[in-house]
């Protein structure tokens, strides 16, 4: 019964950016507390996760306003 207990610690270092990528993949352009536009590089975003395994997760965000379909329906 003791092999199924198991007592760990887990430390993420987590980098968390939204912004828009520039169609060559070199940069990302994020607006920052006082919405000035601010480039920083895919490299130098990574940089801190150089020789460590990584999990690494992209994902696009799209939404459509349902608002006008919503109106002709009533």
Same mark, same amino acid.
């Given at each position: %019964? *003791? ?6 610690? *887990?430390? $993420?270092?987590?980098? =968390?950016?939204?912004? =828009? %990528? ?6 990302? $352009? ?19 996760? *150089? ?24």
């Amino acid at each position: %019964m *003791a092999k199924n207990l198991k007592f760990v610690r *887990a430390i $993420t270092d987590k980098l =968390t950016l939204k912004g =828009t %990528m520039d169609d060559t993949c070199q940069k990302i $352009t994020y607006l920052d507390e006082d919405d000035n536009e601010i480039d920083i590089s895919v490299k130098d975003c990574l940089k801190p996760f *150089a020789g460590k395994p990584i999990d690494f997760s992209v994902s696009i965000k799209t939404e459509k306003d349902l608002t006008e379909s919503q109106d002709r329906e009533d």
